[in-house]
């Protein structure tokens, strides 16, 4: 395995005639621990959903352990099986269930869906959770 852990090069990203990253260099090695700063529309966000494999580079290159997400799909779902990351918005599904919310997340990162519903159904079980698995969220909460 590689010594490097996440490494961009050249890495741009446009929204239509936006260009959010130009031309961006990163090389994070494994036991290194990096803050990345930069005010608001800065492309932050944009990297790292770069880096997970959410969101595709305009030009560039984004390798995580070793291996370029954007060549096969399957590598990507193999590299994201490693990687934990809370983004801003946590993405709930408001109008699906908190079982059906983990169900998608499962398979979304690479779990077959018989798997992903004996782990989240599970999951559920030991946080004591069994009695909310099945309530539609938007309907038991306010979200403010």
Not at 101 to 125: C, H, P, T, V
Request: proline share 1%; hydrophobic share 40%.
């Amino acid at each position: 395995m590689t010594d490097e852990i996440i490494s961009l090069e050249n890495l741009n990203k446009y929204y239509g005639d936006f260009h959010v990253l130009k031309d961006v260099f990163l090389t994070v090695k494994k036991g290194e621990i990096h803050g990345y700063l930069g005010p608001n529309g800065a492309g932050k966000t944009s990297t790292i959903k770069l880096i997970l494999g959410l969101l595709e580079p305009s030009s560039g290159e984004v390798k995580v352990l070793g291996e370029n997400l954007y060549e096969d799909n399957k590598k990507s779902i193999n590299v994201r099986s490693h990687i934990g990351c809370m983004l801003e918005h946590d993405d709930l599904d408001l109008n699906s269930t908190g079982l059906e919310n983990l169900i998608y997340w499962a398979e979304l990162y690479g779990l077959k869906k018989k798997q992903a519903q004996r782990i989240s159904n599970d999951m559920i079980e030991k946080l004591g959770l069994s009695d909310w698995k099945n309530i539609v969220i938007l309907e038991k909460f306010v979200i403010l």
